[in-house]
Each structure stands twice: as C-alpha cells, then as structure tokens.
C-alpha cells in the first residue's frame, strides 16, 4: 500500500456556539483543534455577521449572517509536508456589528489520519 493511500480523513467533532454567547469580543469555538488541519467548515445560522480569528485577537474572515463557508487548504494532498492550519489552533468568533437574536455557529473540521 501506497503512502498515500494509507490517509484516511478524520473529522473532529463539531463545535458550536449558540447565538447568545456570541459578544463583541473574541470567544473561543470549543477546544485547540487536535491535528494539523485540511479542511475547515464553518456554518452561521444567527442574523449577524460573525468575524472568524485563528489567534483570537485578528478578524481574519467573516461569516456573513446565515451563510457558510469552507476553507479547503490540501483537501487534495496525499503528502504530509506543506500547508495546513496548524495543530493546536483555537477558532475564535466575535460579531461584527450587532449581537445575533437566534441560532448557532457551527465548526467542522478535517485532518488526515494515517492507517499504519
């Protein structure tokens, strides 16, 4: 068996953040991601838009209200050297303008798993 075919992709569970623990400052969307990540989905169901951290301090993206997005950085690399959302790292969220009055924000991410 190849190396390549020996990847297996592996989701972490999913992290939420309902509409009323959404501030105007950064919180954290769950616990550090526990692997170098491929693929990373993020789901806002609220009435605001959300501004997306990977340090917690900088507004790197925005998840316009009700919208999603997918950031796919090797979805298709079958090698582990190169460009991954590294281990470890915290999701942070804040609103951008005004607080959300309903729904969630969810995170769903991918990493590749070897089947030694």
Do not use: C, W
Not at 25 to 33: E, I, Q, R
Not at 83 to 90: A, C, G, K, S, V
Not at 99 to 112: H, K, V
């Amino acid at each position: 068996m190849s190396f390549a075919q020996s990847l297996r992709a592996t989701a972490i569970p999913v992290q939420t953040v309902a509409f009323g623990s959404v501030t105007s400052s950064f919180v954290a969307m769950g616990a550090a991601v526990p692997a170098a990540l491929r693929v990373l989905k993020i789901n806002n169901t609220t009435d605001s838009d959300i501004y997306i951290s990977y340090d917690g301090v900088t507004q790197h993206d925005v998840a316009v209200a009700g919208s999603g997005f997918v950031v796919d950085i090797t979805a298709n690399k079958s090698v582990p050297e190169g460009l991954y959302l590294p281990e470890d790292t915290i999701v942070y969220i804040e609103y951008v303008s005004s607080a959300p009055t309903y729904g969630n924000i969810y995170l769903s991410a991918y990493y590749a798993a070897t089947t030694y």
